[in-house]
């Protein structure tokens, strides 16, 4: 049966979409901070026009098989996904998965 939100990965993203927005600023603000020039396009984030980022919320799934949900992105356009843990109150992990080489 298919799911009004289209998939685990959808769902989680909408669920916090409010803390997908922060999570973004904050790593953008980040990486700014270094010195290197961030501008955000679509869903990404793209840095010195070099190479692009995803900031992807992972959640916790205990049912069962205890494990982090985390998807990398898989459009070409896409270099790494980042991914932020949202689950914990008060914590947060970082993943980092390269989406293509």
């Given at each position: 049966?298919?799911?009004?939100?289209g998939s685990?990965?959808?769902a989680?993203q909408m669920?916090y979409a409010?803390t997908h927005?922060?999570?973004r600023?904050?790593?953008?603000?980040?990486?700014?901070?270094?010195?290197?020039?961030?501008?955000?396009?679509?869903?990404?984030?793209v840095?010195n026009e070099?190479?692009?980022i995803l900031?992807?919320?992972?959640?916790?799934?205990?049912?069962?098989l205890q494990y982090?949900?985390?998807?990398?992105d898989q459009r070409p356009?896409v270099d790494?996904?980042?991914?932020?843990?949202?689950?914990?109150?008060g914590?947060r992990?970082?993943?980092?998965?390269?989406s293509?080489?």
């Open positions: 049966m298919p799911s009004a939100f685990l990965n959808a989680i669920l409010d927005s922060a999570v600023q904050q790593v953008q603000q980040q990486i700014e901070r270094v010195g290197v020039h961030v501008l955000t396009h679509d869903d990404f984030l840095v070099k190479f692009t900031v992807h919320l992972c959640a916790y799934c205990a049912r069962n982090w949900f985390f998807q990398p356009v790494m996904t980042l991914g932020v843990a949202v689950s914990l109150p914590t992990s970082w993943a980092i998965s390269f293509r080489a």
